[in-house]
């Protein structure tokens, strides 16, 4: 049963992972862990072999995962299997455009509503060739979910907070992911401009690229509604042993929503 995304914490948290990686037995369970501990939203990266915008710790989970033969089936079974053990959590599959392609769009966004997913984001679908993804994402009742950037002028910026659903997820800095020391000034005038065009009851904004702490999440708070939380995760999970890894994502989550309202 879908449910709607939203953020009941201020500010709410977004707890990417790559499915697969180190196996999907463990990522189901590092997934309910981050649920329990406080994440509002899972996003359930597609592993794939070309992640161009994705920095050097998720390009390695990403073929780790890939190297195990993990699929965007795969995917659909995981999400699955986390919405029936936590029915309440946001759940949304993050993807190149890639693997949904060759799936076929039509057949990817009936079995992503199929598995319980609220949403999808495809990160190299960009809004102006998005009418045939938007149709399927709207006969599915699935969110669609755009990347925003400091670039974007603000034409394309209310381009993608209308066809935005769920969240608008609004790239920090230009360039890939990856931890940095402090959010780019670049996050909240983006988030300004963005707000111009959305309301946030209806479509909050979730800041991204380079949030690992939680001093991070704490600075996302004073100007956007979430924090997603990406390589920070993925870079801990690969340097924990894999009985060990849903233990320790549990206290990373739950030391950020600690410091956070």
């Not at 993807?95 to 990160?123: H, Q």
């Not at 800095?173 to 996050?187: F, N, P």
């Not at 999440?217 to 979430?226: K, N, P, T």
């Amino acid at each position: 049963m879908q449910v709607p995304i939203s953020f009941p914490h201020k500010p709410g948290i977004v707890a990417y992972l790559t499915a697969g990686d180190p196996d999907l037995a463990t990522t189901y369970d590092i997934a309910l862990a981050a649920i329990d501990n406080g994440a509002d939203v899972i996003e359930l990266g597609v592993p794939f072999s070309d992640p161009l915008a994705d920095g050097p710790v998720i390009q390695r989970a990403s073929e780790r995962a890939v190297a195990r033969g993990v699929r965007l089936t795969d995917v659909s079974q995981l999400a699955s299997a986390l919405r029936k053990a936590r029915p309440a959590c946001g759940l949304v599959i993050f993807s190149y455009l890639n693997p949904v392609v060759r799936m076929g769009m039509a057949a990817f966004c009936k079995a992503a509503a199929e598995a319980g997913a609220d949403g999808v984001l495809l990160t190299d679908m960009i809004v102006e060739e998005a009418d045939e993804y938007l149709a399927e994402m709207r006969a599915n009742a699935l969110a669609p979910i755009f990347l925003a950037a400091p670039t974007s002028p603000d034409a394309r910026l209310k381009a993608i907070a209308a066809a935005s659903q769920g969240f608008v997820y609004a790239i920090s800095r230009v360039g890939i992911t990856g931890t940095q020391q402090k959010v780019a000034g670049d996050a909240s005038e983006l988030v300004a401009r963005l707000r111009v065009f959305t309301d946030p009851l209806e479509i909050p904004i979730a800041v991204g690229f380079g949030i690992s702490n939680a001093e991070h999440v704490a600075a996302v708070g004073e100007f956007a509604d979430a924090a997603v939380i990406g390589s920070a995760l993925v870079a801990l999970i690969e340097k924990t042993p894999p009985a060990e890894a849903s233990a320790a994502v549990g206290r990373f989550i739950a030391a950020l929503r600690k410091e956070t309202p």
